[in-house]
């Protein structure tokens, strides 16, 4: 019997069962539904596209997996190298691993370490966002901030070295004043907040973050496991402000496998680098560079560039606001729009019950969650398409 995410197994409704999948269409036994969600961010592509389907392929005719640790093989090589070049600065060096908590891990292990190996172990404290999600393991819970996982802190303690800040400078810089000599990294999805709410804020925080980092040595670790490959309509916001560890995940792969990266710059890198074996970072998942993920995730980044899917997702953006705007009920809080992500946020989340039904005999397959109706749209989507699920989204207010 499976145990589903997030659910309360004795209330919850039959999930709908998907027979088949095409392009942004999910099939069901009795219909066909629009992913606006994207299963959950990651497919980007749609579903059953040839390519990717075929690079699996081609890599499982040769090995599907061989262990990284004593191991090499050319998918994870030319990967590692592609995204040397296709990310920015000196984000030069990967860290694989089977999903997006995992490397949230690898990288606060990393900075954690990395003063560790500096001699500066007062530096214990992680700074942190109201509203960050950044996975389901215990480190990536803890400095997250999701009320669902309280009872997890009241069970073994306090939040101690972790404190959360909201995205707003003045509060960056009272908790830098006050902490810069304990802070070790400063954590943050930037630009949008996905898990805590879809929330929005501006770069000029992430700018302030990056100078208040450099003065006072602080690492800045950029999770774009939700926002990374085009989300914000930036192809990663990390070109807009540099990290100094980047992480993805989800949409790497085109969501065709579970896979994740922890990329460190030179500085970072630079700290392990030593004759002596304990500075070593002590971390090896069975699955890191699995090579039927690592061929999906070249030929995804093949496919992003070669189809321009940053004039995509800004066609993507247009559309939204255009279709969008104007938009108003009384039970709106709020529209937000961000790339390719759009959010309706309501007053009472009560008001969504109900709507995952409605939009599924709609022809839109739909997960509200906390008090945000949203869409995250494979890329691919066509533009009537897209209008659809946009226009479910107002019709249940109507
Ligand atoms: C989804 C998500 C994660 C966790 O990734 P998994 O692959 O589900 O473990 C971490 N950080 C952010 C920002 C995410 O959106």
Request: glycine content about 8%; hydrophobic content about 40%; proline content about 4%.
């Amino acid at each position: 019997m499976i145990w589903y995410p997030y659910e309360q197994m004795k209330t919850m409704r039959e999930p709908f069962q998907i027979i088949d999948a095409k392009g942004v269409w999910l099939k069901t036994p009795e219909w066909e539904m629009i992913d606006s969600i994207s299963s959950w961010w990651s497919v980007i592509h749609g579903y059953k596209h040839p390519e990717l389907t075929e690079a699996i392929k081609a890599q499982a005719d040769c090995f599907c997996h061989v262990m990284l640790g004593g191991l090499t093989h050319e998918p994870v090589q030319r990967l590692s190298d592609k995204l040397r070049s296709f990310l920015p600065g000196d984000l030069n060096y990967c860290f694989f691993s089977d999903s997006g908590s995992v490397a949230v891990e690898v990288a606060l292990k990393m900075a954690l370490q990395y003063y560790v190996n500096q001699g500066e172990r007062q530096r214990t404290k992680v700074l942190a966002l109201t509203h960050a999600y950044h996975g389901d393991t215990f480190k990536a819970m803890e400095v997250g901030d999701d009320a669902d996982y309280h009872f997890i802190l009241e069970a073994y303690g306090e939040k101690k070295d972790v404190i959360h800040i909201p995205a707003e400078i003045p509060a960056l810089e009272e908790v830098f004043e006050k902490y810069h000599q304990e802070l070790n990294c400063f954590i943050v999805e930037p630009l949008l907040q996905g898990a805590g709410g879809m929330r929005m804020y501006d770069v000029s925080f992430l700018v302030r973050a990056r100078q208040l980092c450099d003065r006072y040595g602080v690492l800045l670790v950029f999770d774009e496991v939700a926002t990374g490959f085009g989300r914000t309509g930036n192809r990663f916001v990390a070109d807009l402000v540099l990290p100094d560890i980047l992480v993805l995940g989800k949409a790497l792969t085109g969501g065709y496998i579970g896979h994740a990266v922890t990329v460190a710059n030179q500085k970072v890198y630079d700290g392990f680098y030593s004759d002596e074996p304990e500075k070593a970072l002590m971390h090896g998942p069975t699955f890191m560079g699995n090579a039927l993920a690592c061929s999906a995730a070249l030929k995804s980044i093949e496919i992003f560039e070669r189809e321009d899917y940053m004039a995509k997702i800004h066609r993507i953006e247009e559309i939204t606001r255009r279709e969008m705007e104007g938009f108003e009920a009384p039970e709106v809080r709020e529209v937000r729009i961000m790339g390719g992500c759009v959010c309706v946020e309501v007053k009472d989340a009560g008001c969504l019950k109900g709507y995952q039904r409605f939009a599924g005999v709609r022809g839109v397959f739909s997960r509200p969650f906390l008090n945000c109706m949203y869409a995250m749209v494979p890329y691919i989507i066509s533009e009537e398409e897209l209008v659809r699920v946009l226009d479910t989204m107002k019709e249940w207010f109507t």
